[in-house]
């Protein structure tokens, strides 16, 4: 089963030409979808990345990522 990962365009926290070849890099099948998630509050203040149905977050981009591995399949 591919990994559903979507990010927001709109958040401060992270950069979308470097977090997505970050994350396909480690989930190569994920289809990532980008987009408005309606997270606008925690958006604003952190970074975060939806994986397969879980918000997680950080204070920055690296420490998303780092975050975010315990949830691909």
Do not use: W
């Not at 989930?27 to 939806?50: H, L, M, T, W």
Request: glycine share 6%; charged share 30%; with cysteine.
């Amino acid at each position: 089963m591919a990994n559903d990962i979507r990010v927001c365009e709109k958040c401060k926290h992270t950069k979308l030409k470097s977090i997505i070849p970050k994350l396909q890099k480690m989930a190569p099948d994920a289809e990532i979808k980008v987009g408005c998630k309606s997270y606008c509050g925690p958006c604003g203040k952190r970074a975060f990345v939806y994986i397969n149905g879980r918000y997680v977050s950080a204070p920055t981009e690296e420490e998303v990522l780092a975050k975010v591995t315990p949830f691909i399949k």
